[in-house]
């Protein structure tokens, strides 16, 4: 198989004479020829992208508002409500949309978008869920928006068509073979650390999730690029390496959401969200630039620029999870001893069941001594 880059270097100079010749011939075809469609894809990608996280967000709203209402009316489980049950079909079809923009524009890209569902999360909380809205959300959106603006503009735009044989080719090329060496030494490194000697740091975690989702986005953007080809192109699904790619993302998507819950349990859900999209985001644009190779010919200004636009969004990001206020609701079956009408919260003294005098005569005599000073 040819060099993937004398590939790519020929197929610009050869579509830009037959853009010349069709714009000679008839402007309006021309507006049909391979640069166009290239042009049309990648922005294809990028509103599909924008608009899948953007359904991710309401979906996370609408069943955090499913929650507080069950909780309110303490009735039924959840799980039974049909608004619910509607916010997890729309997370379907935004995680659906992420996956198909894998396929239009690069990974590189499409990973930092991510920013999108923060940005638009906090405002519905704000408009539909009363929450407050603090100066740290203003500034953390806005520098969040100025730094997707910059991924958008600065990113490279060159997406090749993937194929079976052009993933087959990058599979096993010598840079992503060192990549993935390196990988799995860090992940049983940090496996290590987090089974056998019980280092439950939050970084510990978050880097054990990052690994796994570089071999996510490869395989997602591998899977999603083939289907794609084949149904605009040529059949791709007759190859193993489809499959190969299929596998590799269902096993590394399972055991990423559940060292995610894990970290969920753990940790709060201001220093998971954050630290998430760092990592996730750090480890798509490694993957993409060194299994797609997506930065080959970027001009250093764009490369300077995206990096920027990825610091600004980190930060927004940062600061409107910074600090997020919590529900709490009360154990609807509690009652303060001290909201009983003619009754003392001293009447009964009840030792903690994990002290050592539980059960004991001293806790016995513990409590008949309260109750005759109440007395």
Sequence with gaps: MENSSDFNATVPLISAEALRAQIVENPLQACWSWSTAHVCNYLLGIIISIC???LISVSLNIQ?????RQAQRGSKPYYTSGMWWSGVVLMGVG???NFAAYGFAPASLIAPLGCVSVIASAVISVVFLKETIRASDVVGGSLA??????????????????TAHLVQYYAISWHFLLYLFIEVVLFCILLYLYKRRGVKHIVIVMLLVALLASFTVISVKAVSGMITESITSQLQLIYPIFYVMLVVMVASCAFQIKFLNQAMKMFDATEVVPINFVFFTASAIIAGIIFYQEFEGLALLNIFMFLFGCLLSFIGVFLIARNRPKIKQQDRTFIPMDKIPGRRNTDKVQP???TQTYGSLAAKLMCNRAGQADD
Excluded: D, Q, R
């Design 52 to 54: 899948g996280n953007v």
């Design 64 to 68: 955090k508002y499913a929650h507080v």
């Design 95 to 97: 995680e659906l949309g």
């Design 145 to 162: 928006i100025t730094g997707t603006y910059l991924l958008v503009t600065f990113a490279p735009h060159a997406s090749t068509h993937i």
């Design 352 to 354: 903690e069941a994990k």
